[in-house]
């Protein structure tokens, strides 16, 4: 373990020294061309292999329909030269809902949502991914897979299998309304303890949605197969491969009282999603109320760590590559670039050509500078690089606040 400290690197020496340091290393390439190269996903191509990562808005209108203020951040963020647009989580119902301005796509706003599409295209068009979620233990409702002291919440209740069972036919749905709107696929999120995630680690859960692991897993398969059925979109899965949380609370780990990652589950898992026709893997870790370091190694705004940020990243990485090893059918997208500043085209040309995954994901550095992707093909430095210092993540999650970038350049 290396002690956690803030990036301060003025040379690629310095950052490689403490790159050495690593226990498994990190991908690095000082010739980054590979990264404007195109990829081709069921008939449609994605332009290059940046990749904007989700990040929620704050900001829809009433029905959950996007705002004038979304409009302007995606077309900036597209004109801004990303190959991908990965949306910000959109609520498959009412309840699942984080807060009143998370978005929600419905029968009744499916054309604004349309329109949006449309526009966003319009600009450099790029592949654009909508988010499908339930917010679970995070949303108004409180509705939890399993009871987890680690994570404990007022007014909470476990949702029954019943509830689960509707929920299904909620993302089908809904995922049919986003193909009807134009999104080129769409993502059954998995990640971040949400409902789907949670339901991974729901080992003391009674009922067809808990206990054995194909328990556990039943609700996500259900949900691709049905939209397999029903639709030609692309599906893509945001994954998280390790929740951070010691078993039985955690996903992705060993049984036991210590905290160690174990891909065994996550893997087998993947390799049924992809036997069901998911096509897009994104590799993600960690809660946010307990590992969020996990999910976005930063220099503030958190729980100091006990490991470095860059032992972070690795951890991203290496999970992107091992399922990128073992499916290398699979279109794999990697998390946790933004932390790595002006090495982060090196870090992902240098993966992308050692095939660790085919996109590289950039979340909190596209909020700083949605610019960001021309300039690194263009070969120039990042103007803004993210200071990774949770001033957005606190507006949206502490002050209910629309979200943006709060650092002063
Ligand atoms: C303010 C904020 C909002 C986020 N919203 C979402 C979201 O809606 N869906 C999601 O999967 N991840 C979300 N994330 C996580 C990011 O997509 C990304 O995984 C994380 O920031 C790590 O990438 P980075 O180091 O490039 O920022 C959010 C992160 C932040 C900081
Ligand atoms: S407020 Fe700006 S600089 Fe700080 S983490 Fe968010 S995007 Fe990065």
């Known amino acids: 373990m290396m002690k956690h400290q803030r990036y301060a690197y003025s040379s690629v020496n310095d950052f490689l020294a403490d790159a050495g340091q690593l226990s498994q290393g990190l991908p690095f390439s000082k010739e980054t061309s590979v990264l404007s190269t195109p990829l081709s996903v069921n008939g449609k191509t994605i332009r290059n292999r940046l990749l904007a990562q989700p990040i929620e808005g704050f900001d829809s209108n009433e ?30 119902n009412d309840e699942g809902k984080s807060n009143n301005r998370q978005m929600r796509l419905s029968e009744e706003n ?16 790029p592949f ?16 939890c897979a399993i009871e987890n002291p680690l994570i404990p919440k007022e007014n909470s209740y476990i949702i029954n299998d019943e509830a689960l069972d509707r929920l299904a036919d909620d993302y089908v749905k809904t995922a049919l309304l986003a193909e009807r709107a134009g999104f080129d696929a769409i993502d059954i999120r998995c ?15 009674s009922g067809k949605y808990g206990g054995s692991y194909e328990n556990r897993t039943r609700l996500v398969k259900d949900i691709v197969r049905r939209i397999r059925e029903q639709s030609n979109i692309t599906v893509a899965v945001r994954l998280n491969v390790f929740d951070g949380m010691p078993y039985p609370y955690g996903w992705g780990c060993r049984p036991g009282k210590e905290l160690v990652q174990d891909m065994t589950e996550p893997l087998r898992l993947i390799g049924e999603l992809r036997a069901l026709g998911v096509s897009i893997l994104n590799i993600s870790a960690g ?42 059918e699979l279109l794999v997208v990697a998390s946790g670039f933004t932390w790595l500043r002006d090495f982060a085209a ?43 210092c949770g001033g957005c993540t606190a507006l949206i999650k502490k002050e209910g606040k629309e979200m943006r970038c709060v650092h002063k350049f």
């Not at 004109?79 to 647009?85: K, R, Y």
């Not at 190694?297 to 972070?312: F, I, K, R």
């Not at 085919?358 to 993210?386: H, M, S, T, Y």
């Open 128 to 143: 654009i991914v909508a988010q499908l979620t339930h917010s679970g233990r995070y949303s108004k409702s409180v509705a």
């Open 191 to 205: 990640c971040h303890g949400y409902l789907l995630n949670e339901l991974f680690s729901a080992y003391n859960r």
């Open 63 to 92: 029905d959950g329909s996007p705002s004038q203020r979304a409009f302007e951040r995606y077309q900036s963020l597209a004109d801004g030269g990303v190959g991908t647009i990965w949306m910000e989580s959109i609520s498959v």
């Open 110 to 125: 499916t054309e604004q949502f349309a329109q949006f599409v449309t526009t966003i295209h319009e600009h450099e068009n």
């Open 287 to 328: 809660i946010g109320a307990v590992t969020p370091y996990m999910i976005r190694p930063y220099d503030m705004g958190g729980p100091v760590p006990n490991e470095h940020p860059l032992e972070g990243v690795e951890r991203l990485l290496q999970s992107a590559k091992e399922v990128k090893t073992q499916y290398p």
């Open 346 to 388: 090196n870090v992902a040309a240098g993966g992308i050509s050692d095939n660790w995954f085919d996109l590289a994901g950039f979340g909190r550095q596209w909020v700083a500078d949605p610019g960001f992707a021309n300039e690194i093909l263009c070969g120039r430095k990042i103007q803004k690089p993210c200071a990774t």
